[in-house]
């Protein structure tokens, strides 16, 4: 076996992306009934990592837990959502591919689901309730992610990050 070497800083940088993506371009992920302010923060981090934009409930806690949990230097891609059902229709009429995180009958497991090929959205509920059962129709799909644990769901960030990387082709 190979000795491992970790890559320097200057290494890394020079591998990543020079410049910021245009925003909505091709992956959303839209926490859009999240409870916790710090996972909205640790979300961000994997919007960034993926190339993601991150679609909010316009609340004012929101935009103090964005702010505080941003630990990234330059902007992010966040937009700011008032009826949660209205903007999934406008999205589903631009053409996006709706796939909520939920656990529902005819889900698609996690390993199973494929790479975006398109302008997709990810919705993410309510970290003990899940997505409201009156949103449930404008999803064009679902995907479950499969647990053994004695927990019945993950938190939003540990959710939405899982399928994001999936999504992004990096998982």
């Known amino acids: 076996m190979a000795e491992l070497r970790v890559k320097s800083r200057s290494e890394l940088r020079r591998a990543r992306r020079r410049q910021g993506h245009s925003c909505w371009d091709h992956l959303i992920v839209?926490?859009?009934?999240?409870?916790?302010?710090?996972?909205?923060?640790?979300?961000?981090?994997?919007?960034?990592?993926?190339?993601?934009?991150?679609?909010?409930?316009?609340h004012d806690w929101v935009k103090n837990a964005l702010r505080k949990g941003n630990t990234l230097p330059g902007p992010s891609c966040i937009h700011r959502v008032g009826n949660p059902q209205n903007w999934l229709?406008?999205?589903r009429e631009r053409g996006s591919h709706i796939i909520g995180v939920e656990l529902a009958e005819g889900a698609t497991r996690l390993?199973?689901?494929?790479?975006?090929?398109?302008?997709?959205?990810?919705?993410?509920?309510?970290?003990?309730?899940?997505?409201?059962?009156?949103?449930?129709?404008l999803l064009d799909e679902a995907v479950e992610i499969p647990m053994i644990g004695r927990g019945a769901s993950l938190n939003v960030a540990v959710a939405g990050s899982l399928v994001l990387y999936r999504l992004a082709g990096l998982a």
Do not use: K, Y
């Not at 916790?36 to 679609?55: I, K, P, S």
């Not at 390993?111 to 129709?137: C, K, M, N, Q, Y």
């Open 30 to 58: 839209a926490p859009l009934w999240a409870q916790h302010g710090a996972n909205l923060g640790t979300l961000l981090r994997t919007c960034d990592a993926v190339g993601a934009c991150m679609a909010v409930p316009s």
């Open 111 to 137: 390993g199973d689901l494929p790479p975006a090929r398109g302008r997709t959205v990810v919705v993410l509920g309510h970290e003990f309730s899940g997505i409201p059962s009156d949103t449930l129709h």
């Open 89 to 91: 229709l406008a999205q």
